[in-house]
């Protein structure tokens, strides 16, 4: 079965430390996403990407924050100067508008982050 | 802003006993999805349902759905310890590219 895959499972650095996490979603998905849930809090929506751009974006994802799909396969998440609470687990997702039991989201097993 | 609201936050059972879970969202949506994590994991798919479905089954899971209520239902059959994990609803409006928006989700133990 097709998987989401993102690396490093576990990241940590120092506070105003610049991070980037990667993602390699579905082949034939054409939408991508990162959310990030603080330990033991909800899953929260970061940023969507669509036909090489953002298409939304939450309130979480100030200027600190960029994505980028610098090639045909990988999806990246970078986080310009880290700070204490940016510590979460962020997962990538990528999803199809499709048709039929195709239509759904798949996540990433997700890049454990932590900040010192 | 829609979201997904689960309760109870903890549940807690038997192995072999039937667990419910519930989801109260505030807007119009397109579909639900519940998602499964066990601690510190990724999430894992386990069922949608769509805004015209009210019932849908996969294995041991059976999901209700009842737009009038704006609710939905986790029904997992002869739960077993390895269903142990949380269990998030969250809610796709489709308008656009709205994204899926998370409740807090419930804590499930299964007690062997």
């Known amino acids: 079965e097709p998987e989401v895959t993102q690396t490093p499972s576990h990241q940590v650095t120092q506070m105003g430390q610049e991070v980037i996490l990667r993602c390699v979603p579905i082949?034939?998905?054409?939408?991508f996403y990162w959310y990030r849930q603080i330990l033991g809090q909800k899953v929260e929506f970061l940023v969507s990407f669509y036909n090489n751009e953002i298409s939304e974006k939450s309130e979480i994802f100030d200027d600190q924050f960029s994505v980028e799909r610098p090639d045909g396969s990988n999806f990246t998440l970078k986080i310009r100067s880290t700070k204490l609470e940016d510590s979460a687990m962020y997962f990538c997702?990528?999803?199809?508008f499709g048709t039929g039991d195709n239509y759904g989201y798949t996540f990433g097993s997700g890049t454990r982050l932590t900040v010192v | 802003s829609q979201q997904g609201e689960e309760d109870p936050q903890a549940l807690s059972i038997q192995e072999g006993e039937n667990a419910t879970m519930n989801c109260s969202y505030k807007t119009s949506i397109n579909n639900l999805q519940w998602y499964r994590q066990n601690s510190g994991r990724g999430l894992v798919h386990l069922i949608l349902i769509r805004s015209n479905e009210r019932e849908k089954h996969s294995g041991r899971l059976r999901v209700t759905l009842d737009t009038s209520k704006k609710s939905s239902s986790l029904l997992i059959t002869a739960s077993r310890a390895a269903d142990t994990a949380s269990y998030f609803c969250?809610?796709?409006?489709?308008?656009?590219?709205?994204?899926?928006?998370f409740g807090k989700g419930t804590r499930l133990s299964v007690i062997a």
């Open positions: 082949s034939n998905h054409l939408y």
């Open positions: 997702a990528s999803s199809t």
């Open positions: 969250a809610t796709d409006s489709r308008s656009g590219n709205t994204p899926l928006v």
